[in-house]
C-alpha cells in the first residue's frame, strides 16, 4: 500500500473525513500534508490548534467528535473551537462544511466514536527515541518542559481509547519507506 493508493481509494468512494493519530512526533503533520496533496480539495484540522492548553488532551478528543464529526456525519456543518496559545484563551470558532474532504491529525483523533464517524483511521508508529527527537528539533524548548506531562496524557488516553485498535491502517516508518499494514477490525 502506498499513500497515492490511499487517496486514489478516498477519492473514488467519495470519502469525507479521515484521522490521523500517533503519539507526539510520530509524523502525523507530515502524513498529513502528504495526503492533503493527493487527496484533492481536502483540508488539514491540527489538533494541536485546539487542545485547549497542555492538559487538554481528553477534551480536544471529545469536543472534535461531538461539535465536528458527529454533524458533519450527519450532513450537517461542523464546527471546532481554536486555542490561543499565546493569550492562554480560547480561540474563535470554525465552521466546517459536511462536504469538504478533511483530514483530522493529532494524538487523540482515533477513538471508537471518532472511527465511527470517519471513512479512514490511521495509527502512525514511531519508536519512542525518535519521536523525541522529532519533537525537540520541531519545538525545542517550547515543548522541553511539558513532554512528561503531555506523554502522560497520551499514555491515559491510549489506554483506555485503544486508538491503534480501531485504525483501519497502521503507518510505521522504515528504512525503505512508510509501511502500511492493514490494521482494526472489519467494517462492512
Known amino acids: 500500500m502506498r499513500l497515492d493508493d490511499v487517496a486514489r481509494e478516498l477519492s473514488e468512494t467519495g470519502a469525507r473525513t479521515v484521522l490521523i493519530d500517533g503519539r507526539s512526533g510520530s509524523g502525523k503533520t507530515t502524513l498529513a500534508k502528504h495526503l492533503r496533496r493527493l ?3 481536502s483540508q488539514i484540522l491540527r489538533l494541536d490548534d485546539v487542545y485547549p492548553g497542555w492538559d487538554g488532551l481528553a477534551w480536544a478528543a471529545d469536543h472534535v467528535t461531538t461539535e465536528l464529526l458527529a454533524p458533519r456525519h450527519d450532513g450537517r456543518p461542523g464546527r471546532w473551537r481554536s486555542w490561543n496559545w499565546v493569550r492562554d484563551v480560547p480561540g474563535r470558532w470554525h465552521a466546517v462544511d459536511p462536504a469538504q474532504r478533511l483530514i483530522v491529525e493529532g494524538v487523540g483523533a482515533l477513538n471508537a466514536p471518532s472511527r465511527a464517524l470517519a471513512d479512514l483511521g490511521i495509527w502512525v508508529d514511531t519508536p519512542d527515541a525518535e519521536r523525541k527527537r522529532r519533537a525537540m528539533l520541531r519545538d525545542g524548548d517550547t515543548y522541553r518542559p511539558y513532554w512528561d506531562r503531555w506523554a502522560a496524557q497520551e499514555d491515559d488516553y491510549i489506554a483506555c481509547h485503544d486508538p491503534r485498535s480501531v485504525a483501519d491502517w497502521v503507518v510505521t516508518e522504515t ?13 462492512e
Open 39 to 41: 487527496w484533492n480539495g
Open 175 to 187: 528504512p525503505d519507506g512508510l509501511l502500511w499494514t492493514a490494521a482494526g477490525p472489519v467494517r
